[in-house]
């Protein structure tokens, strides 16, 4: 996990929503947005990183629900976990 540094920031934990952009060459991107991920929050700029398992739980998830040209999909992180 790659993290960057604030002099007078801190990484807090908190629940983000995170999107995913999915470009289709000769059409309009598609956009996954999953909800309520646990991760690490930068309190100067609001990035944010996820550990390793939810990096790949997260990656795992995009190519299972891939959003088609112009498709906006929302999935709660919680639904994803109570399968
Ligand atoms: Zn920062």
């Known amino acids: 996990m790659t993290r960057h540094m604030h002099d007078d920031g801190q990484l807090v934990e908190r629940r983000v929503d995170h999107d995913y952009v999915v470009h289709h060459s000769d059409d309009e991107p598609g956009l996954l947005v999953v909800t309520r991920?646990?991760?690490?929050?930068?309190?100067?700029?609001?990035?944010?990183?996820?550990?390793?398992?939810?990096?790949?739980?997260?990656?795992?998830?995009?190519?299972?629900?891939?959003?088609?040209?112009?498709?906006i999909r929302t999935i709660e992180w919680f639904e994803v976990h109570a399968a």
């Open 37 to 71: 991920v646990p991760a690490l929050v930068c309190d100067v700029c609001d990035e944010h990183w996820f550990d390793d398992t939810v990096g790949f739980a997260l990656s795992r998830l995009l190519q299972e629900n891939e959003p088609g040209p112009g498709e």
